[in-house]
């Protein structure tokens, strides 16, 4: 039988997502501030990061430094969806690492989310706060 849940690491795995087709989720209580994972692929520069998104449509890319991303597409962290809430954050320790951290505590079982914090993502946002403020605008 297919086992439909991916374990990422001890706190997250990969599950179907209410959000977005799939998305990472707590395997256990999280508390604030945890480091949960590093976020590891491949280094590329602004112009091959435009190049993937455009011709490749790929969307997994981190944005590290000012001319540096890391494309995750090959790492189960291309799960990891959109909240304008989010339940965790992006944090650049150094030159070449960047980690996905906790900004408040999680429990077992909810989805660990980011803000992808780019314009567009706004427009299409599915998250309860979009689709609240959607909904009083109609």
């Known amino acids: 039988m297919h086992n439909s849940k991916t374990i990422l690491n001890?706190?997250?795995?990969v599950k179907e997502s209410p959000v977005h087709g799939k998305g990472l989720f707590a395997r256990k209580d999280?508390?604030?501030?945890?480091?949960?994972s590093?976020?590891?692929g491949e280094f590329i520069d602004e112009d091959e990061c435009v190049r993937r998104e455009d011709n490749e449509n790929n969307n997994y890319i981190f944005w590290h430094s000012?001319?540096?991303?890391?494309?995750v597409s090959?790492?189960?962290?291309?799960?990891?969806?959109?909240?304008?809430?989010p339940k965790?954050?992006?944090?650049?320790?150094?030159?070449?690492?960047?980690?996905?951290?906790?900004?408040?505590?999680?429990?077992?079982?909810?989805?660990?989310?980011i803000d992808y914090d780019y314009e567009e993502i706004y427009?299409?946002?599915?998250?309860?706060?979009?689709q609240s403020k959607n909904t009083d605008n109609e």
């Open 30 to 36: 999280i508390p604030g501030d945890t480091l949960i």
């Open 74 to 85: 090959n790492n189960l962290l291309r799960y990891l969806n959109h909240d304008c809430n």
């Open 123 to 130: 427009d299409y946002c599915n998250c309860s706060k979009c």
């Open 88 to 113: 965790c954050y992006v944090e650049e320790l150094n030159e070449t690492c960047l980690c996905l951290m906790t900004e408040s505590d999680i429990s077992s079982g909810e989805e660990i989310t």
């Open 38 to 40: 590093v976020i590891q």
């Open 10 to 13: 001890e706190y997250i795995e």
């Open 66 to 71: 000012d001319t540096n991303y890391v494309d």
